[in-house]
């Protein structure tokens, strides 16, 4: 069964620093998502990506991050300047179109 | 603004007695429906979902849901839990068309802990 993955699994930065987030969609998959979760609280949404562009943000996605797909099949999540709220499970999701989301096992980002 | 509500933080059953983990949501248009399954350190599971169709659908490990138009429900339910699903459970709603008020990114409920007791 297709697959999103995920990298690295686990990632320590410290404050200010610069990370990147690493995703493969599925491979026909035209949707693609980054969704974060807080230790203990509810799954929350980022940004959407379709035809090379962001489709759909939230207000959590501010300048300090970016999206981008870079060839044909990576799609990354990169945080500028992390700050220590940004420590959270990340996931990445891709979608055909109407439902099915595939989401990826996740990375989880510690900020010390 | 579309919203999902999950009203229990944890449910308990007991292995082999039906289940069920509640879930109620709100669109401006028609719904999307999903339920997403969450196992300890790993990633989000699909379950189900509604798209159109039958109310009643039915998913992965045995799960079910019913669509519940006029009290705006999709209730998660399986008629003999195993020790095996528990685990964080999240349900999820879009709209259909992403219209006013709508969007076509799915929202998530604050998840359900759902414990099996041996």
């Known amino acids: 069964e297709p697959e999103v993955t995920q990298t690295p699994s686990h990632q320590v930065t410290q404050m200010g620093q610069e990370v990147i987030l690493r995703c493969v969609p599925i491979s026909n998959h035209l949707y693609f998502y980054w969704y974060r979760q807080i230790l203990g609280q509810k799954v929350e949404f980022l940004v959407s990506f379709y035809n090379n562009e962001i489709s759909e943000k939230s207000e959590i996605f501010d300048d300090q991050f970016s999206v981008e797909r870079p060839d044909g099949s990576n799609f990354t999540l990169k945080i500028r300047s992390t700050k220590l709220e940004d420590s959270a499970m990340y996931f990445c999701?891709?979608?055909?179109?109407?439902?099915?989301?595939?989401f990826g096992s996740g990375t989880r980002l510690t900020v010390v | 603004a579309q919203s999902v509500a999950q009203p229990e933080d944890q449910v308990n059953v007991a292995e082999g007695n039906p289940l069920t983990v509640k879930c109620t949501y709100s669109?401006?248009?028609?719904?999307?429906l999903f339920w997403y399954v969450q196992y300890p350190n790993r990633g989000l599971q699909f379950l189900l979902k509604?798209?159109?169709?039958?109310?009643l659908v039915k998913g992965s490990y045995g799960f079910e849901a019913e669509f519940n138009k006029s009290q705006t429900s999709f209730h998660l339910k399986k008629p003999s839990a195993l020790v095996s699903d528990s685990a964080l459970y999240f349900c999820a709603v879009r709209d259909q068309y992403g219209a006013p008020g709508g969007s076509y990114i799915p929202t998530f409920g604050r998840g359900t802990s759902l414990i099996v007791h041996p």
């Open positions: 669109v401006s248009g028609n719904p999307y």
């Open positions: 999701a891709s979608s055909a179109g109407a439902g099915g989301y595939t």
């Open positions: 509604y798209i159109t169709g039958d109310n």
